[in-house]
């Protein structure tokens, strides 16, 4: 059912929607000329952070999880059934809506996500701001409250005339930032004003210096807690995706990840630190194949393998959610306690740390530069339009038959109850 969604090949993993991408190696922004007083008075300079989102209370779950199943970058169907889109949604988000309410309520009721994000938002603001940039800082999340589209309606009515957008994950992946900016490629398209405003979007940053020290720094740290700091293990676990999106569409994401624990780990023996590690992926979801190896049997290996001393570190989090406060520190600890694990510790999201806020704030003044305007006009493709309505109906009736046989085999309802309930 998740299979893989737009193409992303490596000329147009750059430039994603036509907006300008931004690269680390950007110069840095002209600080002098932004504090001219000519210049003062017309530029205003947004910074828009991207995010998930997640259900404030439980209340929220189901209609979260619909709006998370309902984006076609995460479930991608064929063609024939893209009008099931929204049923298929309401279906999955229905029968997975307990569950997740019980690991909602184990960490309080609801996700912390927007807290910490608007923390982050006022933190990168006020860093920008000891650098001399006034800013005003924006936060859109993409299937809960305040929507990319609430966040850019604001934007517009500030009169932004500058804007970086800065998805809040460091590395790049079809799934994440690609479907944030599929939203914004679309609205800018669509407004006037929003299609001259010059843009820079930062695709990912795991790469830059100061989130890699920030991640060594909290490392560090925490190996300080066992009694045998070198004989524990360094075990990153990122969020998944399923393998058809690498494969067939073209995600940069594991490459990304792979890049990254080796730059993070490249730091950490700079210090002296040479542990050994792992990474394995978490939160699989669905009857189809994900990158591997999976958290939860990487676990259950180590622990029959001897090892004793295990430290998570989510590596592709930058903020508390439920990945990390239920799925990482309840289920994963109490399996690889049960496998033969004696000491576990975990990392904490980098949150607002000073190092790496004061990083983010620095990639913005380096994307400032590269900022353009998107000027693509609206089109209409073909799968929005079907003048013939014989055809229309044909494909709704035949793939109305055809999704119904789909859901009633066997298999369907075994992945169902194995993956979705």
């Given at each position: 059912m998740l299979a893989g969604p737009l193409s992303v090949s490596s000329s147009s993993r750059r430039n994603l929607v036509g907006l300008t991408s931004y690269s680390a190696e950007t110069s840095a922004y002209d600080v002098t000329a932004l504090e001219s007083p000519s210049h003062v008075a017309e530029e205003k300079v947004g910074v828009l952070l991207l995010n998930l989102g997640g259900p404030e209370t439980l209340n929220d779950v189901q209609p979260f999880l619909f709006n998370l199943f309902a984006d076609p970058d995460i479930i991608r169907l064929p063609r024939l059934f893209r009008f099931l889109q929204r049923p298929l949604a309401k279906l999955i988000s229905v029968?997975?809506?307990?569950?997740?309410?019980?690991?909602?309520?184990?960490?309080?009721?609801?996700s912390p996500l927007r807290?910490?994000?608007?923390?982050?938002?006022?933190?990168?603001?006020?860093?920008?701001e000891a650098k001399?940039?006034?800013?005003?800082?924006?936060?859109?999340?993409?299937?809960?409250?305040?929507?990319?589209?609430?966040?850019?309606?604001?934007?517009k009515k500030d009169r932004i005339t500058r804007l970086v957008v800065l998805p809040l994950y460091p590395q790049f992946s079809i799934s994440t930032t690609g479907s944030s900016i599929r939203v914004l490629e679309q609205i800018f398209r669509e407004d006037a004003y929003l299609s001259r405003l010059p843009v820079s979007i930062i695709n990912s940053w795991y790469q830059r210096q100061g989130y890699i020290k920030s991640?060594?720094?909290l490392i560090e740290k925490e190996l300080q807690s066992f009694s045998e700091p070198k004989e524990v293990m360094i075990f990153f676990s990122a969020h998944g995706?399923?393998?058809?999106?690498?494969?067939?569409?073209?995600?940069?994401?594991?490459?990304?990840?792979?890049?990254c624990i080796f730059l993070i780990m490249q730091e950490l023996k700079a210090r002296g630190i040479s542990n050994e590690h792992i990474l394995a992926y978490q939160s699989r979801v669905g009857p189809v194949q994900w990158l591997k190896p999976y958290t939860d049997e990487v676990l259950v290996e180590l622990g029959q393998r001897g090892v004793r001393s295990l430290l998570a570190v989510p590596v592709s989090f930058v903020s508390e959610h439920i990945e990390t406060l239920e799925e990482i520190d309840m289920e994963y600890k109490e399996l690889a306690l049960e496998s033969g694990v004696k000491n576990w510790a975990r990392v904490p999201a980098l949150g607002v740390t000073p190092s790496f806020i004061t990083d983010l704030a620095d990639a913005v003044i380096d994307a400032l530069p590269s900022a353009t305007a998107m000027c693509a006009p609206a089109s209409t493709s073909e799968e929005d339009v079907d003048h013939d309505p014989v055809r229309y109906f044909i494909k709704i009736f035949f793939g109305s038959i055809l999704a119904f046989i789909l859901f009633l085999s066997p298999k369907m309802v075994m992945a169902f109850r194995n993956h979705v309930i």
């Open positions: 029968l997975r809506a307990p569950k997740s309410k019980e690991g909602y309520a184990a960490i309080g009721g609801g807290k910490i994000t608007d923390d982050q938002a006022l933190a990168i603001k006020m860093a920008l001399g940039i006034s800013s005003n800082v924006y936060v859109g999340m993409r299937y809960w409250y305040p929507f990319t589209e609430e966040a850019v309606q604001q934007i991640m060594a720094d995706v399923p393998v058809s999106y690498v494969v067939d569409a073209g995600d940069p994401y594991r490459d990304q990840m792979e890049e």
